[in-house]
């Protein structure tokens, strides 16, 4: 890949992204509009206008309370962008800045990966090892209240500002897992929240695993060298991997392209379309690939979201690997952050992605190749919940489609700790005697 892609693409984001300034094109008072449509568009938006005026000028004038015209405003750009999809949003100054600081790996709070839909606050998924994780949140839970203030109608930057806030102090979330069920009320102590997005270890000798749990900036070259290590641990003989994207929220599009590079010695990775010049891109696959010789088996299921579905689409296709598991979120819009003057930001739906062989999996997610549940030591009611995925989501994107493993060897533990991981090391083991699964690209 290019040092002009990969500069372009450090602009886009999936979950997350650093910022990019753009301009939008404007229509002057004195600008002449070139054909009658575009007339008719012109005096559409000044119609539209005077009304916004004159509404803004009535709650001034006769609203009970009186409110400034900077939360007016503030509320007309949140309601206008709300409209649009559940992706896009108004960042305030300090939105903007935790956004930032949510892309570099730190920031303060329970680790936790929220979204809106149908007026509820709903997890994506929780981070590993954070006290949202370690309390027993759950992809699909719906947290209804907040150290006692309801959610409903609350606004989801509303809603992070309070889950948000000093590390050490405490909040309790009110959490609805099962409508026919009582809530649960789970107290967390907020903290530090340092992402540490890779992990890895040998589940057997010359079998690996690598668990990434979030797509950062540093994350490509963290993943290099766990590979890495665990070659080197392997005594140069790696049979297997197993590359676990379970409840991996997403991130920055670049760290998906550059995990995604290290599996792949050529082919197209992912594309981008838009409606501008700009959001067409598409990025390839360099000629490094680190381990060419090793099947690898990807886990994926419900909160497999966004960044991390671009790296799971793209080896599926390419046929580099096994996807086992459960069909992933289905995030498969791209956002970008568009700074504004005042310090302020708007995080906004710019393109849709494609697998290299031209899938979107908007709403539809992606279906892995072997389905295999997780086992749960209380099993689901029958007719309990189905986890929520992008498809739930109000507003969503309307596309056409044509855990840790335990320790040591101990297969009876591993299936009992990780059903989904001992299976897709029987995949692995498989493919050793039988030389097929995973097969390398080119």
């Known amino acids: 890949m290019n040092a002009a892609k990969r500069a372009l693409l450090a602009v886009l984001l999936i979950a997350a992204a650093a910022p990019a300034p753009a301009a939008a094109p404007q229509v002057g008072p004195g600008d002449q509009p070139a054909s009658e449509a575009e007339a008719k568009d012109y005096q559409l938006s000044l119609d539209q206008m005077r009304t916004f005026t004159e509404v803004f000028a009535r709650i001034k ?226 000629t490094d690939e680190l381990i060419p010789a090793t099947p690898v088996v990807v886990l994926i299921n419900g909160g497999t979201a966004s960044a991390s579905e671009i790296v799971a689409g793209a080896l599926q296709d390419h046929h580099r690997a096994l996807l086992v598991g459960e069909p992933s979120f289905g995030k498969g819009s791209v956002q970008t952050i568009l700074p504004l003057t005042n310090g302020s930001a708007v995080k906004l739906t710019t393109a849709l992605y494609y697998t290299p062989s031209g899938r979107s999996i908007q709403a539809l997610g992606i279906r892995p190749d072997i389905a295999v549940t997780e086992q749960h030591e209380e099993a689901p009611a029958e007719n309990g919940p189905a986890p929520r995925r992008e498809a739930d989501l109000a507003g969503h994107l309307e596309v056409n489609h044509d855990a840790e493993p335990s320790q040591g060897g101990n297969e009876a533990k591993l299936a009992a700790h990780d059903f989904q991981l001992y299976q897709a090391l029987n995949l692995l083991k498989g493919a050793t005697i039988l030389g097929q699964a995973g097969t390398p690209s080119g």
């Open 61 to 286: 004038q006769d609203y009970v309370e009186d409110v400034d015209d900077a939360t007016l405003m503030r509320a007309a750009i949140r309601g206008m962008l709300d409209g649009l999809d559940p992706h896009t949003a108004y960042l305030d100054t300090s939105e903007f800045q935790a956004l930032e600081e949510d892309t570099s790996g730190h920031f303060n709070g329970i680790g936790i990966e929220v979204v809106k839909s149908d007026g509820d606050l709903r997890v994506v998924s929780p981070i590993d090892g954070t006290p949202a994780q370690q309390a027993g949140v759950k992809p699909g839970d719906i947290i209804s209240g907040i150290d006692g203030h309801s959610t409903e109608g609350m606004e989801l930057d509303d809603a992070v500002k309070l889950i948000r806030g000093e590390p050490g102090t405490t909040i309790t979330l009110t959490v609805v897992r099962d409508p026919n069920e009582k809530p649960l009320t789970l107290e967390l102590k907020r903290a530090i929240i340092h992402v540490q997005s890779v992990s890895s270890r040998l589940i057997e000798d010359h079998y690996g695993y690598l668990r990434i749990t979030a797509f950062q900036s540093d994350t490509p070259a963290s993943a290099r060298e766990a590979l890495q290590r665990l070659v080197k641990e392997s005594d140069g003989e790696l049979r297997g991997l197993v590359l676990d994207l379970r409840n991996n929220p997403g991130g920055v599009l670049n760290s998906a392209v550059g995990v995604a590079d290290l599996f792949l010695h050529d082919g197209l990775i992912v594309y981008t379309e838009g409606r501008s010049d700009e959001s067409e891109l598409s990025f390839s696959a360099d």
